[in-house]
């Protein structure tokens, strides 16, 4: 009876040592470690936040597109909003250095990327390879903008928009494509009839709702949350793009038939001043742009982008516009700079400013300034001998980037209506006969100037 007790006794000590020294390994564990920082919280595999879904999916991404040398940039508007708040840091931070994860681990359904596709060399072969590594991807394509206007490659496919699921988190994989512009360019991501619309929350993507237009970015590399990756290299610069990116295209199918009906001018002086105008824009362009003044094409320079995807060959001049908060005092000296003398000054910055230069062969640059009230905006224009003055109205407008002339400009989005409100119903039909003070269905008198005001506001050169 005594052997059997001692038997018993033996094991109950043994099994409350054990008890014991469990709870010890416990609490070491989850309380003195995480509270100090040391011990088991280094080891491999449990670093903070280092097992989360969405950084083993970014790592993953990250190992299959270096392995296949395909060059692709972080874009997502969160992370790099992140990385931006902590950037002199962040560039300093070397590989393997990070105990905690602060940026791919942050709980959401998407990280977005992006690459230039002309870069990309090998892209069926990668699509293959990320399936195998346990990727789901969808890819959209659709067709190719750029081949719009020539009828034998109208309708040629390009990729516009990876998305590879790897659990519950997804790589959003934006190509991007040069334009002649010299920008990029990425496509709208609209799904196709056989496509899984429950494949991913498509409606939380950042980029795919239009298309977009972006500055050619330099990138640099960084280390964050142990994974080397590139970057735009003004971060601030990109993140402010992306809200102004909306791109819209000139519409090639329309110009196709309005040559049909009536004949381009093909004449070796329609084709001269075609070029000098497109000269003219690209100056005007670069000048306001050193400026930091943005503008749009305007009255019949949209016209023509809009109508016929060119220069309109008896408008005789280049219209831009610009809203009157952009205005800057040294406008007029920085065009005179660049060879562009000041034709005539009309009105004030308070009240129907616009301003003329002169280009080469009688050529005009116009530039129309906009000012906003409350449910419409105008610009104004003046008549020299009486001193009359005029107001154009047009309905609210935001700007798109388009491409015209081999460059990047905006236009009003809503170019229909901007269309309509200066030309009328019929601006489809071409109109060589022009009188700016009664033509456009939008114009309505504004009063006179006070010969007191004379000099200032009607100025001649």
Known sequence: MSRINKNVILALLTLTSSAFLLFQLYYYKHYLSAKNGT?????????IGFDSTQWRAVKK??????SQNVPVFLIDPLILELINKDFEQVKNTSHGSTSECKFFCVPRDFTTFA???HLWKNEEGWFRIAENMGFQCLKIESKDPRLDGIDSLSGTEIPLHYICRLANHAIHLVVFHERSGNYLWHGHLRLKGHMDRKFVPFRKLQFGRYPGAFDRPELQQITIDGLEILIPKDPVHFLEEIPRSRFIECRYKEARAFFQQYLDDNTVEA???RKNAKELLQLAAKTLKKLGVQFWLSSGTCLGWYRQCN????SKDVDLGIFIQDYKSDIISAFQDVGLPLKHKFGKVEDSLELSFQGKDDIKLDIFFFYEETDHMWNGGTQAKTGKKFKYLFPKFTLCWTEFVDMKVHVPCETTEYIEANYGKTWKIPVKTW??????PNVQPN???PISEWDEV???Y
């Open 435 to 440: 009188d700016w003070k009664r033509s456009p």
């Open 447 to 449: 009063g006179i100037w």
């Open 115 to 117: 690459l230039r596709y």
């Open 458 to 460: 009607i100025q001649l």
């Open 61 to 66: 991404f990250i190992v299959l597109t270096s």
């Open 39 to 47: 011990g088991l919280s280094k080891s491999k595999g449990s670093r």
């Open 311 to 314: 220069i309109i060959t008896y």
């Open 271 to 273: 084709m001269a001043f």
